[in-house]
């Protein structure tokens, strides 16, 4: 992998790990009528007027084409209890929603059972930015359901506690 020469690849990877975030997995229909979807955590807050959201996917995932043709997604905000849905949704199985519950929401884009919240996007625009597609969504539709947040931090799950302050 290419990478500048003064930034150290493997420390730059544990501080980006550091950081804890959410996990979501996003999901699209595709021109054929397919589910498609991945365990996304560069999902992020950008405007709320207008109600803007970004996450970025890898230049060459197999998932490009299904995303832009699409021009809709949802994004799942997964639950405490759905390590295993984050794990399948960022393997390279052929049939990841094999199993998994959903219903059709806005453009046929999945909505998985069980997760935190939803929140559904027009695709507002996309730019490529290094090795990964970067996609700004116009929030069309959103849903909390209550269920606490999984967490993602050091290459581990975890769920929110309480700290002392
Ligand atoms: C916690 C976690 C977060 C991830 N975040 C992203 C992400 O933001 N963008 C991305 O393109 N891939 C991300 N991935 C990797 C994809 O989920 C994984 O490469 C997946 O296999 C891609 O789907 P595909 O193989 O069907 O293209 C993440 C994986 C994990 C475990």
Known sequence: MRIHPTI???????????FPTGVTVITTLDPDGALVGLTVNSFNSLS??????????????SNRRAFEASGHFAVNILAEDQAAISRRFASPARNK?????????????????????????????TQVAGDHLLFIGRVERVHTAGRPPLVYVGGRYCGVGPVKD
């Open 48 to 61: 709320l007027d207008p109600p803007l959201i970004l996450w970025s996917l890898g230049t060459r995932s």
């Open 97 to 125: 929603f094999h199993g998994v519950a959903t219903h059709a929401g806005l453009a046929g884009a999945p909505l998985i059972d069980g997760c935190a919240a939803y929140i559904e996007c027009r695709t507002h625009s």
């Open 8 to 18: 150290d690849h493997a420390e730059l990877r544990r501080a980006l790990g550091s």
